[in-house]
């Protein structure tokens, strides 16, 4: 009888860890936080943005805290805009501070009171000039916060980090014009993450695709690792797809490349695809395929303003792995209604409602 009794133990001990051996990292579904390094325009700035831009600064009324603190609270996908400053220098003197001088304002806290600026190196911003403020920077800094906090969780569910490159010639001709993003760009940025994350740590192309002639095959195979070997990990998205053919220059199907682009289903290096706005029904379609879908919850501040859910509930029952929200649970939104976006239960990740097995059964733990 006791040796019945255990080796129903085992069993039922085997079967609590079997779904994370099985379940595959495109099966899961997280929340993300869109912008997740702005830090908000400083207070005397914003009165010159809504003094002369008023309709522009209501999209830009949104903030976020520190990386730690938003994995703490549960968001597994974060998003880095990136400009390139081979030099360094390019972006020391904003002219934000100029602008609010010219409007009688006091000044606002240094943003760059160690002049980070002045070196050579990938930089984290929104909008150069006048929405510059990050959380964290330069881009090799946010990433060992990343690090940093994923080593203090080993077991942690997979974090995605999207990175948006910013270039070209801005409207306002008054900005400094971005530098433009070439292939040594695209190497020097693949060799930051490399500097920051071991092979070990990262989910690559390389690792997806395996014996499989390209990365889509992989996929539509449903060739993505398990989440049993994907805990502790980070992979890493590129957002704007019209550079995707850069970054593919000499790598095809992203052999050897870092980070996963932005393709068009069907392509050979099409794995990852955003769909923003949706439709849901061509998300779920894209999902059953096999591909990892990132989806917005809300933009500009807008659904939040008018407590709209209806692109929330939309995109969190498409099945997009990766919902991207200004307002996670932990951060709502001020105004009437309180929007925010999160999980049933307040849960880190669930099984994804389209493509997770019927008896799918998450573990979860805390702050993991």
């Known amino acids: 009888m006791r040796l019945a009794v255990a080796t129903l133990a085992l069993l039922t001990a085997a079967s609590a860890q079997a779904p994370d051996a099985v379940l595959r990292l495109n099966q899961i579904q997280v929340i993300g936080t869109h912008n997740s390094y702005h830090a ?28 730690p603190v938003q994995f703490d609270a549960g968001v597994r996908q974060i998003e880095l805009d990136i400009f390139a400053d081979t030099k360094g220098g390019r972006y020391a003197h904003p002219a934000g501070p100029g602008m609010a001088a010219a409007m009688n304002l006091p000044a606002d806290p240094d943003p760059d009171p160690n002049g980070l600026m002045l ?22 800094a946010c990433l060992e916060q990343v690090r940093t906090w994923s080593h203090a969780h ?17 409207k306002n001709a008054k900005l400094t014009v971005p530098e433009p993003f070439t292939a040594a760009t695209f190497d020097a940025l693949d060799a930051e993450i490399r500097s920051v994350f071991p092979a070990t740590e990262l989910i690559t192309p390389d690792n997806v695709r395996g014996s499989h002639q390209t990365l889509n095959e992989a996929v539509l195979a449903h060739a993505w690792p398990t989440l049993d070997s994907a805990r502790g990990k980070v992979v890493f998205l590129l957002d704007q797809r019209a550079v995707g053919p850069l970054y593919l220059a000499g790598h095809p199907s992203l052999r050897g490349r870092v980070l996963f682009t932005n393709a068009q289903p069907g392509q050979p290096d099409a794995a990852f695809i955003e769909r923003n706005e949706g439709p849901a029904a061509d998300i779920t379609a894209l999902v059953r395929q096999g591909y990892l879908i990132r989806a917005r919850t809300d933009a500009d501040t807008k659904q939040a303003r008018t407590n709209d859910t209806t692109q929330r509930d939309a995109m969190m029952a498409s099945g997009a792995q990766m919902l991207s929200t200004d307002y996670p649970a932990n951060e709502p939104a001020r105004w009437a209604g309180h929007f925010s976006v999160a999980l049933p239960n307040s849960e880190v990740a669930r099984c994804n409602p389209i493509n997770a097995p019927q008896d799918c059964i998450l573990k979860q733990q805390s702050a993991n």
């Open 154 to 170: 080993p077991d942690h569910i997979p974090i995605f980090i999207l990175v948006e490159t910013k270039e070209g010639t801005p």
């Open 40 to 67: 908000g325009i400083s207070p005397n700035e914003s009165k010159v943005w809504q003094a002369k831009y008023a309709d522009s600064f209501l999209g830009l009324d949104y903030q976020h805290p520190p990386l």
């Open 119 to 140: 070196k050579p190196g990938l930089k984290v911003m929104h909008v150069q000039d006048v929405d510059y403020r990050s959380t964290c920077q330069p881009f090799i």
